[in-house]
T-cell receptor
Framework: KAGVTQTPRYLIKTRGQQVTLSCSPI?????VSWYQQTPGQGLQFLFE???????NKGNFPGRFSGRQFSNSRSEMNVSTLELGDSALYLC????????????FGPGTRLTVT | KNEVEQSPQNLTAQEGEFITINCSYS?????LHWLQQHPGGGIVSLFM???GKKKHGRLIATINIQEKHSSLHITASHPRDSAVYIC?????????FGTGTSLTVIP
């Protein structure tokens, strides 16, 4: 089975712009979770989607949003980018959610200048 | 306030040593995960636990629900084990992470 893929792998944006990141889960996995990793805050949970519905959400502002499509692929969007949004964004897929084993993608490294 | 605390933060070991990384949490959990992150960012899930003990090769993970504590043990450590090990817990609708333990195994 192919692993979790994320596109793009690297991205440079300017403050105020918006960005969309994509995650394709392992075939058959219905849950996709998104995480942000920064040197200062470490890993933080953004949100979890299951069967096209947002099931859980972390403590992030409304500028961070996401969605999941019927084929389980997921996108996350960050609007009005700030310097502090520079981070590694990771997605993970699992069969049913975070009480199942999670399989992580390679991440998208976003740099905001 | 950190819901998940790991110790030690940094660990250097000689090849072949037995290694223990500890994780304590302060919230009720439905699952605890041990993750491994190599330089470059890729994360691999090593274990998911809700009770007891699991073993995979040279790695052993235990959890004590009453004491809200988990340990990750590496037997016969090897330089390829050098990585950051992260403890994460699922609590209700949230997911909390420890700050990680950076392990270096010297040949």
């Amino acid at each position: 089975k192919a692993g979790v893929t994320q596109t793009p792998r690297y991205l440079i944006k300017t403050r105020g712009q918006q960005v969309t990141l994509s995650c394709s889960p392992i075939s058959g996995h219905r849950s996709v979770s998104w995480y942000q990793q920064t040197p200062g805050q470490g890993l933080q949970f953004l949100f979890e989607y299951f069967s096209e519905t947002q099931r859980n959400k972390g403590n992030f502002p409304g500028r961070f949003s996401g969605r999941q499509f019927s084929n389980s692929r997921s996108e996350m969007n960050v609007s009005t980018l700030e310097l502090g949004d520079s981070a590694l964004y990771l997605c993970a897929s699992s069969l049913q959610g975070a009480t199942n084993e999670q399989y992580f993608g390679p991440g998208t490294r976003l740099t905001v200048t | 306030k950190n819901e998940v605390e790991q110790s030690p933060q940094n660990l250097t070991a000689q090849e072949g040593e037995f290694i223990t990384i500890n994780c304590s949490y302060s919230v009720g959990i439905s699952a605890l995960h041990w993750l491994q992150q190599h330089p470059g960012g890729g994360i691999v899930s090593l274990f998911m636990l809700s009770s007891g003990k699991k073993k995979h090769g040279r790695l052993i993970a235990t959890i004590n629900i009453q004491e809200k504590h988990s340990s990750l043990h590496i037997t016969a450590s090897h330089p390829r084990d050098s990585a950051v090990y992260i403890c994460a817990v699922r609590s209700g609708n949230q997911f909390y992470f420890g700050t990680g333990t950076s392990l270096t195994v010297i040949p």
